[in-house]
């Protein structure tokens, strides 16, 4: 593998704003962080690891409904206030059948990424 390094800074037109850096030390190691910002002030950064361990990520969040977890080597972090009890819901009603999702392009405007080799 090729060492390798990036990141980016994308603000969207409503507020918001999202970042990742990335880089990878060549012998398989990746290490990157990203972050997700909207105009509600809430917020979420993700930290993660990936090598020969398998992969790790700490995400720190306030977003709405967040708790504190840690599901398959991901630890969850929320500030968030408490949630809402969760809806309980009865098993023997039937279910509304599948429909398949309707893909609705993005226009993704502002957003540029740069991949830049690193040379150490």
């Known amino acids: 593998p090729i060492p390798y390094s990036f990141n980016y800074l994308s603000e969207s037109e409503d507020g918001g704003r999202s970042t ?14 990203y972050t997700i910002n909207n105009i509600e002030g809430h917020s979420r950064v993700v930290e993660y690891v990936a090598d020969e361990n ?8 306030n977003e709405p409904g967040t708790t504190n977890q840690n599901p398959a080597d991901v630890t969850v972090e929320s500030s968030a206030p408490e949630a809402a009890a969760s809806p309980v819901f009865n098993a023997a ?4 059948p599948a429909r398949a999702p309707v ?6 405007t502002g957003v540029r990424y740069i991949l830049v080799p690193a040379t150490d």
Do not use: Y
């Open 20 to 33: 990742h850096q990335e880089s990878s030390d060549g012998s398989g190691k990746v290490t990157g962080t």
């Open 54 to 61: 398998g992969f790790r990520a700490i995400v720190k969040s």
């Open 93 to 96: 009603l039937p279910a509304a």
């Open 103 to 108: 893909a609705t392009p993005v226009r993704r």
